[in-house]
C-alpha cells in the first residue's frame, strides 16, 4: 500500500480496519440466511451452495436464531439473505438493528426484469423499483440456466450456472455485500447553506464549462440521469417513509458526477520529515512510491461539483452546482446564496469518493514537483485546477485521453459511494503516478475503471473536453 490505513482514516475518515481486499472482506463477513415461509426447490438449492461457498471461504454461516439477539433483531453488519417471497410483517427490514448497518440481500426464482436490449436507464429503473418493493439493497434472480445479482448503481453480474461457485461468491458478490452505500450524515460533513457565491467571474467561466459539458453528454444514454422517489412502487406509506428516511428524504437519485476541482497552490514533496519544532502547520501524509518514502503537505482541496439528485443533462448552473471541500480530514459543503440557501440540497452519495479524487490530485501534484519539476500537472493544478467526470460505463481505450494513466481494472468490484471506492480512488491515483514515472511518461491525470460499476476520468482537460472526448460524435 502507498499509504497506511491510518492515514486514510485522518485524511476520509475511512475506519482502519476497513477491509480493501478480498480475505479482509472474507474474514469481516457475517452473513445469515433469513427464508421466507415457503421456498421454491431452486431456491432452496441455490442457498445450500451459497452457504457451502462461504464455509469454503472461511465464512461462518450461523442459523438465523443464532445470528438473532434476544429482541429477535439481527445486529449491526449483519448480511441478510432472504430468498423468497415475503409478508410485510416478515420483510428482513423490519428486523435489523439500525437502517444503515445491515445489508439485505433479496433472492428470487425468477428471471431478472430486464434482458440485454435494456437501456441503461431502463435496467436502473427497474432494479432501484424493485430495490424499494421488497425492501432490499441488493438483488439476485436465480433460474435453471443462471443467477444474476444486480445493484443500487445498475450494476449487473450473471454467472452461467445455476448454483453459485466458490469462485464467483468471492471474486464478485463477497465484495458487493461487504460495505453499505451510505449518504453523509449531519455529523459526516459541516454544512454551510447559501454561502456559494455564484456571482464571481471564476464562478461563471466553471458554469459554462458544465453548461458545454452537459450538452454534450446530453444524447449519450450511458449517463444515468435520474430515478425519482415518487414514481416507485412501495407495499405501503410506511416503507415509502423508511426509503426516504435512507435516502435522506431526496427527491430522487441521480447517478455519476460532473466536477471541477478549483486551483491550490502545491508545495512540493519532501524526502525528508522534518523535526518536530519545524514541520509545517499542515498535515504531512507519508507515501511509498518507486521505493522512496516522500512526505506530502496535504492543503485544503475543494470542488464545485453537481449536487446530489440534479439533471446532469438539464444543468442549471445556479441552482444544481455546490462546492464541497477538505480541510485537514474535515468534509465540508457550501450552497448557493441565491436560492435563500437551498437548504434541500443534500451531500451527494459520491461525496468521499469526489474528494478522495481532489485529495489524490493535490498529492500528485506535489510529488511531481519534487520528483518531475519539468511537469504540467502541478502547474496546471495551481492555475486551473481540474476535471472529474463519472459515469456508469466503459470507454473505448481509443477515447482515452493521452498522458490519461488507467488503474482499478483488478480492484474488488465493490458498489459505488462506499469506503472502498474512495480509498480505491485515491491510492489508485498514486499507483497510475507511480507507473508513469517509472515508464517515463507525461502524467496529466488518471482514469479509475470501477469494475460493474463505472469509469472516473480526472485531469488537465476541462469538463467539455473530456465530455467530446468520450462523445465525438456529438
Not at 498529492?363 to 476535471?387: M, Q
Amino acid at each position: 500500500m502507498s499509504i497506511t490505513p491510518e492515514a486514510l482514516n485522518h485524511l476520509l475518515g475511512i475506519h482502519p480496519e476497513t477491509p480493501l481486499d478480498i480475505d479482509g472482506m472474507c474474514r469481516r463477513l457475517r452473513p445469515v440466511i433469513y427464508p421466507a415461509p415457503q421456498l421454491t426447490e431452486r431456491l432452496d438449492a441455490f442457498c445450500t451452495a451459497l452457504c457451502s461457498a462461504f464455509r469454503s471461504l472461511g465464512i461462518p454461516t450461523p442459523g438465523r436464531d443464532e445470528a438473532t439477539g434476544s429482541d429477535g433483531r439481527f445486529p449491526p453488519g449483519t448480511v441478510i439473505f432472504a430468498p423468497g417471497h415475503f409478508p410485510d410483517d416478515k420483510l428482513a427490514i423490519n428486523r435489523v438493528s439500525t437502517l444503515y448497518n445491515n445489508i439485505i440481500v433479496g433472492i428470487y426464482d425468477e428471471e431478472p426484469p430486464l434482458d440485454s436490449s435494456s437501456l441503461p436507464q431502463e435496467r436502473l429503473d427497474a432494479i432501484v423499483s424493485r430495490l424499494a418493493r421488497d425492501m432490499v439493497h441488493i438483488l439476485v434472480f436465480v433460474t435453471a440456466r443462471s443467477w444474476t445479482v444486480c445493484t443500487m448503481n445498475g450494476g449487473v453480474a450473471t454467472f452461467d450456472s445455476p448454483l453459485p461457485s466458490v469462485e464467483d461468491v468471492r471474486n464478485i458478490l463477497v465484495p458487493k455485500i461487504s460495505a453499505q452505500v451510505v449518504p453523509p450524515g449531519p455529523d459526516d460533513i459541516d454544512m454551510e447553506h447559501g454561502t456559494l457565491d455564484t456571482g464571481t467571474e471564476e464562478f461563471r467561466e466553471i458554469a459554462n464549462d458544465f453548461i458545454r459539458c452537459s450538452a454534450l453528454w446530453k444524447n449519450n444514454q450511458c449517463l444515468v440521469t435520474h430515478t425519482s422517489t415518487e414514481g416507485l412502487e412501495y407495499r405501503n406509506g410506511f416503507y415509502r417513509r423508511i426509503v426516504a428516511r435512507y435516502l435522506d428524504r431526496r427527491s430522487g437519485m441521480s447517478y455519476g458526477f460532473f466536477a471541477r476541482q478549483r486551483p491550490l497552490g502545491v508545495t512540493p514533496a519532501l524526502h525528508e520529515r522534518p523535526p518536530e519544532n519545524d514541520r509545517p502547520a499542515v498535515t504531512l501524509l507519508t507515501v511509498h512510491l518507486q521505493g522512496r518514502t516522500l512526505h506530502v503537505p496535504v492543503p485544503t482541496v475543494s470542488v464545485i461539483t453537481t449536487r446530489s439528485g440534479c439533471r446532469k443533462h438539464l444543468l442549471d448552473p445556479e441552482n444544481d452546482l455546490v462546492e464541497i471541500g477538505l480541510t485537514q480530514g474535515r468534509p465540508w459543503m457550501r450552497t448557493p446564496g441565491n436560492t435563500e440557501g437551498n437548504h434541500d440540497a443534500r451531500p451527494s452519495f459520491d461525496t468521499l469518493t469526489i474528494l478522495a479524487h481532489a485529495l489524490g490530485n493535490a498529492v500528485a501534484a506535489s510529488i511531481l514537483k519534487t520528483l518531475s519539476p519539468g511537469s504540467e500537472f502541478p502547474v496546471h493544478l495551481e492555475r486551473n485546477g481540474a476535471s472529474m467526470t463519472h459515469w456508469h460505463d466503459y470507454p473505448s481505450d481509443e477515447l482515452l485521453p493521452k498522458g490519461y494513466h488507467g488503474h482499478g481494472r483488478r480492484n474488488p468490484p465493490v458498489s459505488c459511494s462506499t469506503p472502498q471506492s474512495a480509498a480505491y480512488s485515491l491510492m489508485g491515483k498514486i499507483a497510475a503516478l507511480e507507473k508513469a514515472l517509472s515508464e517515463g511518461k507525461e502524467y496529466r491525470g488518471d482514469v479509475h475503471f470501477e469494475p460493474n460499476h463505472g469509469t472516473n476520468i480526472v485531469g488537465m482537460l476541462s469538463l467539455a473536453e473530456t465530455a467530446a472526448a468520450m462523445n465525438p460524435r456529438c
